[in-house]
């Protein structure tokens, strides 16, 4: 076997040349693509689509996908355990470990460990967090 027989494969290169998709500068993409941030605003997900197109926003430095609307789907439906998982999630960013308050914004836990008022005494507003246990609102 001499050196010619053998060949170099790549597993992971595509099968077919890549294609490139048009790139659309800011507000100029054509009617019917939407990124997926516009999707969702109309209860739609991309629905498994490859991207059509991109546009680029603030002068080529961040990028966006472009999706077809017509072959988008309809969002998932909540279920009441996906509902029980997201508030046991936000729960955890949102109580203080030390006061065991639950505020209605994610606490700096991983800069500070606490709330502001356990950590350096700055007063927290009453309106800032809820005044009854996680425990409940899971009963309520």
């Known amino acids: 076997m001499d050196g010619q ?3 170099d494969v790549d ?3 595509p099968a077919e040349p890549e294609t490139t998709i048009p790139v659309h500068r800011w507000r100029q993409a054509p009617k019917g ?6 999707l969702r605003e109309r209860r739609l997900r991309p629905g498994g689509q490859d991207p059509v197109a991109v546009i680029e926003c603030r002068g080529g430095k961040r990028m ?3 999706y077809e ?3 988008a789907k309809p969002i998932r439906p909540m279920t ?6 997201l508030d046991k999630a936000m729960a955890a960013r949102q109580t203080c470990p ?5 505020y209605y914004h994610c606490l700096p836990l991983r800069t500070l460990g606490s709330c502001l008022e356990c950590y350096d005494g700055t007063p927290a507003a009453p309106d800032n967090y809820l005044h009854h246990s996680v425990g409940h609102l899971a009963a309520a």
């Open 11 to 13: 597993p992971y290169a």
């Open 80 to 85: 009441f355990a996906m509902e029980v998982a």
């Open 5 to 7: 027989d053998l060949v």
């Open 98 to 102: 030390k006061c065991s308050r639950r």
């Open 33 to 38: 693509l939407a990124t997926r941030r516009q």
């Open 69 to 71: 609307i017509k072959k």
């Open 64 to 66: 966006a996908f472009l």
